[in-house]
């Protein structure tokens, strides 16, 4: 079974949220509706910007908590790097 780790954003440069999963579809589904974390409820943040599969569980905890210690400006360059436009990649994932 596949892990995501992902990055959601409120807008262009704006608040940034990172989590894991094992159900990448489902999990921004939650975020949307309400039912993810108080954090993202209560900034709006919603829209996926990136998103990087793992095999591996562990490595997907790994690197989920290796970018949650990342600078700000690393994790807009990540961001910028595979989606200058910051589009919302959700649709590509259903």
């Not at 209560?42 to 790994?62: N, P, S, T």
């Not at 994790?75 to 910028?80: A, M």
């Amino acid at each position: 079974m596949p892990y995501s780790v992902y990055i959601l954003a409120s807008k262009r440069n704006g608040t940034l949220y990172t989590g894991v999963t094992n159900d990448l579809g489902r999990r921004v589904d939650e975020h949307r509706n309400g039912r993810g974390s108080d954090f993202v409820r209560r900034y709006g943040v919603v829209r996926l910007v990136w998103a990087e599969a793992y095999d591996d569980v562990v490595e997907a905890i790994a690197a989920e908590k290796r970018i949650k210690r990342w600078h700000r400006r690393w994790k807009l360059e990540l961001i910028e790097k595979s989606n200058p436009d910051w589009q919302d990649l959700s649709s590509q994932l259903h």
